[in-house]
C-alpha cells in the first residue's frame, strides 16, 4: 500500500483530503480491510466454530470490533465526499450503515447465547464485507465496456457491488432454514 496521497485513488480525491477527515478515514477503511476479509474466511468455514473454539471466538471479537470502531466509521466519513452523484453516494451510505448494524446485530446475539441468529446475521455482515471484492471485480470488467466516468454506469456498480451479494446471502440463509426445519420434522 502506498501511503502517498497524490498517488493512485488518492489523486481523484485531492479535495477531499484537503478536509483533514478524508485521509484518516481512508485509511481507517482499507488497513482493517484485508483482515477483515481473512477472517471472515476461516470464521465461515464450519470447523471453526467447533474444532478451534477459541481461535474463532478470538478471530471474532477481532472481526467485529475492526468493523465496528475502525473500518465501517471510516467508510462512513468517506461516503460524505463521494462525487460520483447521488444515487453512488446512498448506495455506500446504506452499505455502510447495515454492515454496521448487521455486525452489531450479530455480536448482541452472541452474546446473548442465540448461536443460529448470530450466525445468520454474520453471514449477512461478510456478505457487505465481499462488496469490497465484488466493486473491484465489475469496476474492473465494466471499465471495458462501460465509461465509468459517467454517473449513471458508476452508479449502477455501485449497487450491485453489495445488493447481489445480500441478495444471494437471504437466499442461502432461507434456503438454510427450510433444510433443516424439514430435517427437524423428519
Same mark, same amino acid.
Given at each position: 500500500?502506498?501511503?502517498?496521497?497524490?498517488?493512485?485513488?488518492?489523486? +481523484?480525491?485531492?479535495e477531499?483530503?484537503?478536509?483533514? &477527515?478524508y485521509?484518516?478515514?481512508?485509511?481507517? +477503511?482499507?488497513?482493517?480491510? #484485508?483482515?477483515?476479509?481473512l477472517?471472515?474466511? &476461516?470464521?465461515?468455514?464450519?470447523?471453526?466454530?467447533?474444532?478451534?473454539?477459541?481461535?474463532?471466538?478470538?478471530l471474532?471479537?477481532?472481526?467485529?470490533?475492526?468493523?465496528?470502531?475502525v #473500518?465501517a466509521?471510516?467508510?462512513?466519513?468517506? #461516503?460524505?465526499?463521494?462525487?460520483?452523484?447521488?444515487?453512488?453516494?446512498?448506495? &455506500?451510505?446504506?452499505?455502510?450503515?447495515?454492515? &454496521?448494524?448487521?455486525?452489531?446485530?450479530?455480536?448482541?446475539?452472541?452474546?446473548?447465547g442465540?448461536?443460529?441468529?448470530?450466525?445468520?446475521?454474520?453471514?449477512?455482515?461478510?456478505?457487505?464485507?465481499?462488496?469490497a471484492?465484488?466493486?473491484?471485480?465489475?469496476?474492473?470488467?465494466?471499465?471495458?465496456?462501460?465509461?465509468?466516468?459517467?454517473?449513471?454506469?458508476?452508479?449502477?456498480?455501485?449497487?450491485?457491488?453489495?445488493?447481489?451479494?445480500l441478495l444471494?446471502?437471504?437466499?442461502?440463509?432461507?434456503?438454510?432454514?427450510?433444510?433443516?426445519?424439514?430435517?427437524?420434522?423428519n
Open positions: 500500500m502506498n501511503f502517498n496521497s497524490v498517488y493512485g485513488f488518492l489523486t +481523484h480525491k485531492q477531499a483530503i484537503k478536509s483533514g &477527515f485521509l484518516p478515514a481512508y485509511y481507517s +477503511h482499507v488497513l482493517p480491510a #484485508s483482515i477483515i476479509l477472517i471472515g474466511i &476461516f470464521q465461515l468455514h464450519p470447523y471453526s466454530r467447533i474444532k478451534w473454539y477459541k481461535a474463532h471466538k478470538f471474532g471479537k477481532i472481526y467485529i470490533s475492526c468493523i465496528l470502531f #473500518s466509521p471510516g467508510a462512513l466519513i468517506m #461516503s460524505f465526499y463521494i462525487q460520483r452523484g447521488i444515487s453512488v453516494q446512498i448506495s &455506500f451510505l446504506f452499505q455502510c450503515v447495515l454492515w &454496521f448494524i448487521f455486525t452489531w446485530i450479530a455480536y448482541k446475539a452472541i452474546t446473548k442465540d448461536i443460529q441468529s448470530h450466525i445468520r446475521w454474520m453471514l449477512r455482515s461478510y456478505s457487505l464485507t465481499l462488496a471484492i465484488t466493486l473491484r471485480l465489475y469496476v474492473f470488467v465494466g471499465s471495458y465496456f462501460f465509461d465509468l466516468a459517467n454517473s449513471i454506469s458508476y452508479s449502477v456498480i455501485a449497487w450491485l457491488s453489495w445488493l447481489p451479494n444471494i446471502c437471504e437466499l442461502l440463509i432461507t434456503q438454510y432454514k427450510s433444510t433443516s426445519q424439514s430435517y427437524i420434522n
